[in-house]
Each structure stands twice: as structure tokens, then as C-alpha cells.
């Protein structure tokens, strides 16, 4: 299986990144490709800069063709006061106007996580909900919470065996 795995966050720094490369470790007979949506920044979405750009900047063509080039793909959500990251909302935003159904029916594992005992939970919920308005096909979710308690940056990993468990059992329901 080619799954596209990214964080929906532009931060160098993204917790929500280390997730994404640790859970791709986790898919040792698939072939994951993982991309940071830094690579795709465009002026914030909005009629005029549609008008004036066009409907589907270069940046949003590539980002439509990754997924399309998929059969599977894995999100890991950052919250901003509860909701989408800027930079990923603007990314969907532009996307969506080359195809409503941006996630082309692909099949989702969809993961959040945060520093707080939350671990995103709110985002990943409306992530969830969301998907299949987008043509999403959500095969498992899965918020981590309090980051720095369960992942050890140095080793680059979960350290908490429940969540490992509970990580494991999302991407077999993705493959399934």
C-alpha cells in the first residue's frame, strides 16, 4: 500500500510531525511517503487571490496529486484554539476548489496530539466529523495526549505500551 503521510501543521518544531515519521516507522510493509506542507504555502485563500491566481495554484495541484498518488493517507492534526491550523485550513482551502472531495476516497488514519491532556482532541473530532464531506474514508483516529509524558523525543518514539497498542491497532484498521 502507498500511504501520504503528513502533519497538518507548518511548525518546524511540530510534535504532531514527529508522530507522523514515528507512525510511519510502525508501517514497515507499505511504502509511506511523508510530506510537510511548508512545501505547499500560498497566499491566504480568499475570492480575489482566486481571481487573481486562478483556482489551482501549482502548490495545490501537487498537494491534490500526492493524494491522489496514494492509497491511503495519515493526518496528524495540530490545535489552534481548538480548531485547523492556518496553514493547513489555507492548503484544504485551496485544494478543495480543484475537487470538493480533496481526499479522493481514500482511506484515512487520522491522529492528533498536543502538550496538554487533550491531545487535540477537539481538531482530530472535527477532523473525524469533516472527512467524509471531503470524500475521506476515516478507517481510525486516535488522539495522543500529553506529548512529552508518552513520546521520548530523544528515542523518537511512544513510550506509553497502551498507546503503542492502541497505534498499532489504527494502522492494521487502514489496512484492513
Keep these: 500500500m502507498k500511504i501520504l503521510a503528513f502533519a497538518a501543521s507548518n511548525s518546524t ?3 504532531n510531525q514527529q508522530l507522523v515519521k514515528y507512525t510511519a516507522s510502525l508501517c514497515s510493509d507499505d511504502e509511506v511517503k511523508i510530506i510537510d506542507i511548508n512545501d505547499y504555502e500560498m497566499p491566504i485563500f480568499s475570492e480575489d487571490r482566486e481571481q487573481a491566481l486562478g483556482s489551482s495554484p501549482e502548490q495545490a495541484q501537487r498537494f491534490y496529486q500526492a493524494i491522489k498518488d496514494a492509497d491511503a493517507l495519515i493526518i496528524s492534526f495540530a490545535e489552534h484554539n481548538g480548531s485547523y491550523t ?6 484544504f482551502d485551496w485544494t478543495s476548489r480543484i475537487d470538493a472531495k480533496v481526499f479522493q476516497n481514500k482511506a484515512m488514519l487520522l491522529l492528533s496530539t498536543s502538550p496538554g491532556p487533550g491531545g487535540a ?3 482530530l473530532a472535527a477532523a ?3 472527512a467524509p464531506y471531503f470524500a475521506g474514508d476515516v478507517k481510525a483516529s486516535l488522539s495522543i495526549p500529553s506529548f512529552y509524558d ?3 523525543t530523544d528515542k523518537q518514539q511512544l513510550n506509553n505500551a497502551e498507546l503503542v497498542q492502541q497505534l498499532k491497532e489504527a494502522i492494521a484498521a487502514l489496512n484492513a
Excluded at 492556518?86 to 492548503?91: E, H, V
Aim: proline share 0%; charged share 20%; no cysteine.
Design 86 to 91: 492556518a496553514a493547513y485550513k489555507n492548503l
Design 121 to 123: 482532541a477537539s481538531v
Design 150 to 152: 508518552n513520546f521520548d
Design 128 to 130: 473525524k466529523t469533516s
Design 13 to 15: 518544531k511540530s510534535i
